[in-house]
């Protein structure tokens, strides 16, 4: 969150802003915006404590300020890929009016910094996967943002292994393929993770789950990226997963 009468981070914060690491070690980075002033989803990974989602129009001015300080900061680093305007945003608490609006300010503090830097725009959770395509195209090296889980829904409760498998292979890359349109903006798969509700799954189950989310995420033109690198969730880790569940050489 960002404090409304001191939208520049302070000192303490630039510090842990260190841009080196990413040149250091010859990773691209992408700067994303989780937590929006006032939340743009209720949950805590927005900033929000009470499950409030406040993020609209009176709040735009402020998160652009934001994106501004990152893109002025980082944008001669040769190692800053992207610039993620906001993290999934959630309707009807964020309007498309709106979210829009802030998408193209974002889109002109970023170019006014960096001609080359990708800016990512996420798709709205809880909403059509195609309302931003025709918006998004109007812009030159935009990117839509999509996440895929087979979790925080009930229609997951009761699938099986292979009703996930067909899932994936169905319905999410179907939805992949629609978006995927010549002269139209990149596609990134920007979470996924390889944990579901299925009970005592075997290693195999995860692997073939794994695998075949690989599969269809390559399709996405900008990639994919796992939700997360380290997490003490072994099956939320990409570093505990990696070798005894996910093979890179899939990817």
């Not at 059509?128 to 025709?134: F, K, P, Q, T, V």
Request: proline letters at 4%; charged letters at 20%.
């Amino acid at each position: 969150m960002v404090d409304r009468q001191r939208p520049q981070p302070s000192s303490s914060i630039r510090g842990r802003l260190s841009p080196s690491i990413g040149q250091r070690h010859n990773i691209h980075v992408i700067i994303d915006l989780h937590a929006a002033p006032g939340s743009q989803n209720p949950n805590e990974h927005s900033g929000g404590r009470d499950g409030s989602q406040t993020w609209g129009d009176s709040q735009i001015a402020q998160t652009v300020q934001v994106i501004d300080f990152f893109a002025a900061r980082y944008a001669k680093r040769s190692s800053l890929l992207a610039v993620e305007l906001m993290n999934e945003p959630v309707a009807p608490g964020v309007s498309l009016d709106n979210l829009k609006s802030y998408y193209q300010q974002g889109y002109n503090a970023v170019r006014r910094h960096s001609l080359t830097a990708y800016v990512i725009m996420s798709n709205r959770l809880s909403a059509s996967s195609l309302e931003l395509i025709d918006f998004a195209s109007q812009f030159d090296r935009v990117v839509l943002d999509m996440h895929y889980y087979a979790l925080f829904d009930s229609k997951f409760d009761s699938f099986t292994v292979q009703d996930n498998i067909d899932y994936i292979n169905n319905f999410i890359a179907s939805e992949i393929n629609a978006i995927n349109r010549p002269h139209g903006p990149l596609t990134f798969v920007g979470e996924w993770v390889a944990e579901w509700q299925v009970k005592d799954a075997t290693k195999e189950d995860f692997q073939r789950f794994a695998n075949a989310q690989m599969a269809v995420y390559r399709k996405a033109t900008f990639g994919w990226a796992y939700w997360t690198y380290k997490n003490v969730n072994n099956h939320w880790s990409m570093q505990w997963m990696m070798d005894p569940y996910i093979s890179l050489g899939n990817a």
